[in-house]
């Protein structure tokens, strides 16, 4: 029998930790690393961009790495379709050009966009089950789709010659046992600060901790109830929402996303119980009350369709958007 001592392993005996079960795995190809903006960060910084051109339409925390890196970047607008109005022989080499798969529906889309559209990263922060295109720059959040403090997945076909440090979640987690033990409006302070606590983060590894609860999820029955959850808010929601989307067969959506001109929406939900999230108030100092990305973000009501929830909730969330 051989004998070898190895101090990298885990320790044998003693109290319990977490119990996570090693059932699956997702983007099992990619670089897991800490968070989606660093994910683009890392894929700036690979391949030499020297300009990004980014939508009105998105988060502010883009900026950061940008920032960070010194990176020229100019907006683009979209279409009431969340489409590009863009000329893309604008891209030069060493500039790249940034799209949002909003809300995990713009799949199709995407792919008609790889064919006119050089240097192209996709940010699938919201639309974690896309799938990547072979040599399309692409990042994903795991924290908006599962519950998890931070965590993201990278594809690139180049990689930086570093040695990155692996990150640790323990801290973050407050928000996430405290919604599990007590409640949501408990949590929620703790859930503000583990946002704040991502800010200027350096690049690093997926925690253990991170990657060990992201390979106990089912998969596949997630994605199967968010696409029916969203399907029955569409069969009755669909002919009174302005965003012109279609019922979903492949597509995993973030959430349902509700276009109207209710500006009493959002309260009524928050007074039942119905929390939305806004996407992205930071959007309405960059652009005018006129144009079109004010309005999407002042106006769309972005309902909860995730594994939490099922048929009844949704005839909740209906009964409530059409005040009945």
């Not at 890392?42 to 051109?53: E, H, M, P, S, W």
């Not at 379709?81 to 940034?98: G, Q, S, T």
């Not at 492949?250 to 001109?261: L, Q, T």
Request: with cysteine; charged share 25%; hydrophobic share 40%.
């Amino acid at each position: 029998m051989n004998y070898y001592k190895d101090n990298n392993r885990d320790s044998i005996g003693g109290y319990f930790e977490l119990e996570t079960n090693q059932i699956s795995g997702y983007h099992a190809n990619a670089l897991a690393i800490n968070t989606a903006r660093n994910g683009l960060e890392y894929i700036l910084l690979v391949k030499n961009i020297k300009k990004l051109y980014i939508p009105y339409f998105t988060c502010n925390v883009l900026l950061e790495p940008l920032n960070k890196l010194g990176i020229v970047y100019e907006f683009y607008k979209i279409d009431e379709n969340l489409e590009a109005v863009f000329d893309f022989n604008n891209v030069k080499k060493n500039e790249a050009f940034l799209y949002t798969n909003y809300f995990g529906l713009k799949d199709e889309f995407i792919e008609h966009l790889v064919l006119k559209c050089k240097n192209l990263i996709i940010d699938n922060a919201q639309a974690f089950f896309a799938k990547p295109i072979e040599g399309v720059a692409t990042i994903y959040s795991a924290r908006k789709f599962f519950g998890v403090a931070d965590g993201a997945y990278l594809y690139c076909n180049k990689h930086l010659d570093r040695i990155f440090e692996t990150d640790v979640s323990i801290e973050r987690m407050s928000h996430l046992l405290i919604r599990k033990d007590i409640s949501a409006e408990l949590g929620y302070g703790h859930f503000v600060t583990n946002d704040l606590s991502l800010i200027n983060q350096p690049i690093k590894l997926m925690s253990k901790l991170t990657k060990s609860i992201l390979q106990s999820i089912d998969y596949d029955t997630i994605a199967k109830i968010r696409i029916e959850n969203f399907n029955i808010l569409h069969e009755i929601l669909g002919n009174i929402n302005e965003l012109n989307i279609q019922s979903l067969n492949s597509s995993v959506p973030m959430v349902y996303p509700f276009w109207s001109k209710d500006l009493t929406l959002r309260k009524r939900l928050l007074e039942n119980r119905i929390y939305t999230a806004i996407y992205w108030s930071n959007v309405k100092e960059w652009c005018k009350v006129d144009e079109l990305e004010y309005s999407l973000t002042e106006e769309i009501v972005h309902l909860p369709i995730d594994q939490r929830y099922g048929k009844r909730d949704m005839e909740l969330i209906i009964n409530t958007v059409l005040n009945v």
